[in-house]
């Protein structure tokens, strides 16, 4: 599990994570973190390469901190915020920090 203080780093460093997620290795750049209605720690992400249970290797997602396997920052660059970003995602009821 991905602690939310782990998120935020990388949001506020602006560097990548590394991530195992949904059974996939990720690089990712965090555009957003916060709290989903139910209390669920979420990251909003665009997700640079690696898998994907839907086949889409790159793009937009919003993921569970709970679900993240594992997180490893990395030295690369984000170029956080990418083209087509909207601060305060609707899934999140309490944002902790963003782009």
Not at 66 to 80: E, G, I, K
């Amino acid at each position: 599990m991905m602690s939310m203080h782990e998120a935020v780093d990388a949001l506020r460093s602006a560097r990548c994570l590394a991530v195992e997620y949904g059974g996939y290795t990720r690089r990712v750049e965090v555009h957003a973190v916060g709290f989903g209605s139910q209390g669920q720690g979420l990251m909003e992400v665009w997700q640079v390469d690696g898998g994907s249970s839907s086949g889409v290797s790159s793009g937009w997602k919003l993921m569970r901190l709970d679900d993240v396997a594992s997180a490893m920052r990395t030295d690369q660059p984000s170029l956080a915020p990418r083209p087509g970003y909207r601060r305060s995602h609707r899934a999140m009821t309490e944002i902790i920090d963003q782009v």
